[in-house]
C-alpha cells in the first residue's frame, strides 16, 4: 500500500511527464501518441516505475527501446518542470501497460465461450 505522499508525487510525475510526451518529445518519438497510465513510487521516492501506453507506433517494443535510449532527456525535462517542488528527481524506469490487451484478451475468451441457454420451466411452482 502507497502512503499519501507516494500517491502525490506519483499524480505529480505522471502529469508532468505526459505533458512531457506530448509536447516537448514529438520530436524524439515521431507520431508516436505515448500517455502515462500508471506511475508507482519507491517509498524513498527515489524511484518511480512509470507504465505507458503507446499508439500509432508500428512496433511498440521498439519505440519503448527508443524511450529508454533517451530516458537521461526526459528525466532532466522532468527536473526542469518540477526541480522547485521536490527534493530528488526520481530515477526512472518505463514500461509497457498491457492492460487493454488483456483485456481485449478477456473479452475474446469470453465471447467465445458456449453458453447453452438456460432453462425457461417456472420455478415458481413449488
Do not use: C, W
Not at 508525487?9 to 505515448?34: N, P, S, V
Request: glycine residues 4%.
Amino acid at each position: 500500500m502507497e502512503s499519501t505522499r507516494q500517491q502525490k508525487y506519483a499524480r505529480l510525475i505522471q502529469k508532468e511527464l505526459g505533458e512531457i510526451f506530448q509536447r516537448d518529445t514529438k520530436h524524439m518519438f515521431g507520431k508516436a501518441f505515448i500517455t502515462i497510465t500508471l506511475v508507482k513510487m519507491s517509498p524513498d521516492l527515489g524511484f518511480a516505475k512509470v507504465y505507458l501506453s503507446i499508439f500509432m507506433a508500428e512496433d511498440r517494443n521498439e519505440m519503448l527501446t527508443q524511450i529508454n535510449e533517451r530516458k537521461s532527456q526526459v528525466r532532466k525535462l522532468l527536473g526542469q518542470r518540477i526541480g522547485k517542488q521536490v527534493r530528488i528527481i526520481p530515477e526512472i524506469a518505463f514500461f509497457i501497460d498491457d492492460t487493454e490487451d488483456h483485456a481485449h484478451k478477456m473479452d475474446s475468451l469470453i465471447n467465445s465461450l458456449e453458453i447453452p441457454p438456460a432453462d425457461e420451466t417456472d420455478d415458481t411452482e413449488d
